[in-house]
């Protein structure tokens, strides 16, 4: 599975592109909003010739583009509409704000930094994944 990672934090980035080839993924990374919305111009325009991801982990404020205006386009693309996207940030949430992100962007989860130790991480996050799977297909 090729998963989507969307962080300008270096650091972040890395390591949780490590994880994902630790768990078998492959690691689509991007280092700034700007970059990942030049890339969704290439799939739109059919441009890209490889896979797609299937999910996508994306931190919310980013250069260029934000997370949230990114999840929103992804979902307007036929190609990645359905796909799992999770946003990271470093600032508190209300519920409220996290139920907007969800019904206005197409966002499926919200985690906070610092992000949970590598075995929690790897729960939540196939989790998400494996719902969206059965809202796809019940």
Known sequence: MIWLIAEDE???RNLVAMMCQVWGHTALTFDSGQKLWDWLDEVEAGK???????FALM????PGKRGNEIARR?????ALQNIAIVMMTAFVMSEDEMDKMRREYGID????KPLPDFDRLHVVLHDIIEQKRKQQNP
């Open 74 to 78: 992804m979902r307007a693309i036929p």
């Open 109 to 112: 989860h919200v985690i906070n």
């Open 10 to 12: 270096a650091d972040i």
């Open 48 to 54: 890209h010739n490889g896979a797609l991801p299937e």
């Open 59 to 62: 931190d919310i404020r980013m």
